[in-house]
């Protein structure tokens, strides 16, 4: 459906959660070292539940090893740092869905060189940030929502 990539995750549980939502929803999971937990966590499996087998991430020694991959592809760039919803934004199968880690976001030139791909999530002055597990639901599934036909063929 989706590809989603977490550059430099460092909560386990975040990723287990992400993890099990690929599952589901018939993702590809992409971690791009370094990481702030080894793949063996026993609190990322257990956040993944019995999901973890089936999911089969590829992980990634650094963030230019990915975007001399994939860099050219279509990458969509989830950040607090923009004022385009993610809604605005036209979703394919085979995107690339990027969070940055939870401390520290997406980095800066990364933003400014794919500015026109970062999107956001709306929300009230009173917040500051989601917890990356929910914003990355929230912006997968409208991914799903808007090729709703490419994902029944996962069913």
């Not at 909560?11 to 990481?35: F, S, Y």
Request: hydrophobic share 45%; charged share 20%.
């Amino acid at each position: 459906m989706v590809n989603i990539v977490l550059v430099e995750p460092k909560i386990a549980p975040n990723t287990g959660t992400i993890g099990r939502l690929c599952v589901n929803m018939g993702a590809k999971l992409h971690l791009v070292e370094p990481l702030g937990f080894e793949i063996s966590d026993t609190r990322l499996k257990r956040a993944g539940l019995d999901y973890w087998h089936k999911l089969a991430p590829t992980v990634w020694p650094s963030l230019d090893a990915f975007l001399n991959a994939h860099g050219r592809e279509r990458l969509w760039l989830a950040t607090t740092k923009a004022d385009r919803p993610y809604f605005e934004a036209d979703f394919k199968p085979g995107d690339w869905l990027l969070f940055g880690s939870e401390t520290e976001g997406l980095p800066e030139a990364l933003r400014q060189t794919y500015a026109k791909a970062c999107i956001t999530i709306p929300m009230t002055p009173q917040g500051r940030s989601l917890n990356i597990s929910i914003a990355c639901g929230i912006i997968a599934y409208e991914a799903v929502r808007q090729n709703f036909n490419a994902f029944k063929e996962l069913m």
